[in-house]
């Protein structure tokens, strides 16, 4: 199941962000400089997805949904990329059950899955 009408990764995007781990999350401060972060994204069918597991105060995620335009760093590429809000409950289902896929038996897991997060639940599409 997708979302109509948003643009998707190229398919070898789509499976370099599902088999690395983590990823670095390049966001933009007010003030324009820039700052990484290292998480973790999901892919659940042609959408990929990522989620704060510090909630919604995590600097990161303050500056994505402040200036969705991010980059991800994963393994030697950067793909630009924008990030929107997709806690509805179909999104944060798809995105619990590609956490448990991917990352089962790693530490981390559990605080990933907890509701009081799922709020920031972000869908990434490529710029």
Do not use: C
């Amino acid at each position: 199941m997708g979302y109509a009408g948003h643009m998707r990764f190229a398919p070898d995007e789509l499976a370099l962000l599902a088999d690395t781990e983590e990823i670095e999350l390049e966001t933009a401060r007010p003030d324009g400089q820039t700052g990484r972060t290292i998480i973790w994204i999901m892919v659940d069918g042609e959408d990929a997805f990522i989620r704060s597991v510090n909630g919604a105060g995590a600097r990161w995620y303050r500056e994505a949904t402040a200036n969705p335009s991010v980059t991800i760093h994963a393994g030697t590429q950067a793909l630009r990329a924008h990030v929107i809000a997709a806690p509805d409950p179909e999104s944060v289902a798809r995105v619990n059950d590609a956490l448990e896929r991917k990352y089962t038996g790693i530490v981390g897991l559990r605080e990933m899955l907890v509701p009081d997060i799922f709020e920031t639940t972000l869908r990434v599409e490529p710029a």
